[in-house]
């Protein structure tokens, strides 16, 4: 079963507001990673934060996360018709196990 | 520096092949991990490989095996091809605890 949970499944916004999308995961990790995929092609890696770490940014990206929720959350400012793409949260779990868990995505579209 | 690359991009076989699929990391990463990704499924870890070794596998069938060479570059493997097993290949390495860079994949189809 997948380990992350990410919400919405879909989302619509248009060019220049912000778009958040949350995680929801199971069991202790030792980082929880996002990822950007465009129509089927391969991942892209935006962000890792580290269990100990509560909010890291890049760019227009703010990732936060709550260890004791389990979630964490992906916010991009000032969306562009690029930003068009599914994003998937991946968890690594406590102890190393070189594994990565994945929810199954949200669906972003930004309209131009 | 490279990215990961994955060869082919696209494969077409019949139920019953089996099928080969290559993957060459970033030169220097010694870890190479394989996904799958299904519409039904979502992302799934197949196993992955460090130092020519397999560290963890996922919850396949063994008819999906692979194996790294010294110079870290994979195959994955897929024997007695089923129509269930049309799916993206995803192959990804790293080194470090960093984030994992993926490459593009490889679109198998079964017919």
């Known amino acids: 079963s997948q380990q992350g949970e990410e919400d919405p499944q879909a989302l619509s916004i248009q060019e220049g507001e912000n778009a958040t999308m949350n995680c929801s995961y199971k069991t202790s990790i030792n980082n929880l990673q996002w990822y950007r995929q465009n129509s089927g092609r391969g991942l892209v890696h935006l962000i890792l934060?580290?269990?100990?770490?509560r909010e890291k940014h890049s760019g227009r990206l703010r990732v936060t996360l709550d260890t004791s929720k389990k979630s964490s959350s992906l916010l991009i400012t000032a969306s562009r018709a690029a930003d068009t793409a599914s994003y998937f949260c991946a968890t690594d779990y406590e102890g190393g196990s070189e594994k990565l868990v994945f929810g199954k995505g949200t669906k972003l579209t930004v309209n131009p | 520096k490279a990215g990961v690359t994955q060869t082919p991009r696209y494969l077409i076989k019949t139920r019953g092949q089996q099928v080969t699929l290559s993957c060459s990391p970033i030169s220097g990463h010694r870890s190479v991990s394989w996904y799958q990704q299904t519409p039904g499924q979502g992302l799934q870890f197949l196993f992955e490989?460090?130092?020519?070794?397999?560290?963890n596998k996922g919850n396949f069938p063994g008819r999906f095996s692979g194996r790294q060479f010294s110079n870290s570059r994979s195959e994955m493997n897929v024997s007695t091809l089923e129509l269930g097993d049309s799916a993206l290949y995803l192959c990804?390495?790293?080194?470090?605890?960093?984030?994992?860079?993926f490459g593009s994949g490889t679109r198998l189809t079964v017919v």
């Open positions: 490989y460090f130092s020519e070794t397999q560290r």
């Open positions: 934060i580290r269990s100990n770490e």
């Open positions: 990804a390495s790293r080194e470090g605890g960093y984030g994992y860079t």
